[in-house]
């Protein structure tokens, strides 16, 4: 299903012939306790996201097989947001602010889901408040960073997402989302600039020639 395919991060985009990246943080256990204030954490988390305004930066995703591709990512808050898959993907993700839209020039096809359906939304809502917004699984601090683990209380998104975010800045380095059959793609994001003008034409949804090619939330 779609929903299902955007939540795992739109692994089909993945190139092969890339090299192994570096790694800069493992996925944590969250059965460990931790003793930090996890709600003063969650509060620094909040404010720190809700003060984007716009951000560009460069991604890395990775595949459960563990093959990379990287991209550009663009994002203008509250709602808009562009994943640019670097050739040879034919893949670019778009959200304009209600709709999520996977399009494949390769296929000339257009898949769209709710914003809301998708991990996203946690990035992408007009006022971010995690705890409200989602089901805390767990927070914990490592080795310089905080990890939270969050699930869909409505279950419109299946499996899992574990945020990374530097300490104490608050800086989002990273995700790992874990589908419903417990595969995982994590998501790096790198050189990050804030405050950037982004025009509004990157977060324009196109249509398809054929509106069959449309395909809006199919299951």
Known sequence: MITMFLSSLFLQAVDPAQPDPEPIAAPVETAA???????????????????????????????????????????????RLRFEYDDP???????DGTTVAIEDSAL?????APIRATPLYWLLADEIDLAADAEVIDVVR??????????????????????????????????????ALGEMTRVIIQDQELSVNLSPRLFVIPEPENPRDSRRGRR
Not at 61 to 70: E, M, R, T, V, Y
Not at 89 to 95: F, K, L
């Open 89 to 95: 993907s034919p893949i670019t993700v778009i959200a």
């Open 108 to 112: 000339e096809t257009i898949d769209r």
């Open 142 to 179: 490592e080795l310089g960073f905080i990890y939270v683990t969050l699930q869909d209380p409505n279950d419109e998104m299946q499996g899992s997402v574990q945020f990374v975010f530097e300490e104490p800045s608050y800086i989002l380095r990273e995700w790992f989302v874990t589908d």
């Open 33 to 79: 306790a931790d003793t930090f204030d996890a709600d003063a954490a969650l509060a620094g988390i909040n404010a720190y996201l809700n003060s984007i305004d716009t951000m560009r930066a460069r991604f890395l995703q990775i595949s459960p097989n563990g093959a990379p591709i990287q991209g550009l990512l663009s994002m203008d808050r509250p709602g």
